[in-house]
């Protein structure tokens, strides 16, 4: 599986970016996604994900992006899209893809549950 991570960039707080992974090499509704992202000196950190099609598709996001973050699929372009509304200063990070390729129980909010990732894009808010 092949990730190609997009749409990072500087935006100021309360602003909005949106963010996709092209994949390739596997179709993506068939398996789990999940956004989580690295500040400096910080570890990598749970965004978000979306669960396989045959799991319902569902979505968890972590307490501190949820109901300013969105993540969706479009399986005709096989892409995941991670939408960030409202955004803050510690909202900096570089932002990564992952795909899981084996189908867990469970949360899956671990980086550990992810085996192929994107390059990662750098979202930087300014105050």
């Known amino acids: 599986v092949q990730l190609q991570a997009s749409g990072g960039g500087s935006v100021q707080a309360g602003g909005s970016l949106r963010l996709s992974c092209a994949a390739s090499?596997?179709?993506?509704?068939?398996?789990?996604q999940a956004w989580f992202r690295q500040a400096p000196g910080k570890e990598r950190e749970f965004v978000g994900n979306?669960?396989?099609?045959?799991?319902?598709?569902?979505?968890r996001y972590a307490d501190s992006v949820k109901g300013r973050f969105t993540i969706s699929r479009d399986n005709a372009k096989n892409t995941v899209s991670l939408q960030m509304n409202s955004l803050k200063f510690e909202d900096t990070a570089v932002y990564y893809c992952?795909?899981?390729?084996?189908?867990?129980?469970?949360?899956?909010?671990?980086?550990?549950?992810?085996?192929?990732w994107g390059q990662g894009t750098q979202v930087t808010v300014s105050s």
């Open positions: 992952g795909f899981a390729a084996r189908h867990l129980g469970g949360p899956m909010i671990r980086a550990s549950d992810y085996h192929y």
């Open positions: 979306i669960r396989r099609s045959g799991y319902g598709g569902t979505t």
């Open positions: 090499g596997r179709t993506l509704s068939r398996y789990t």
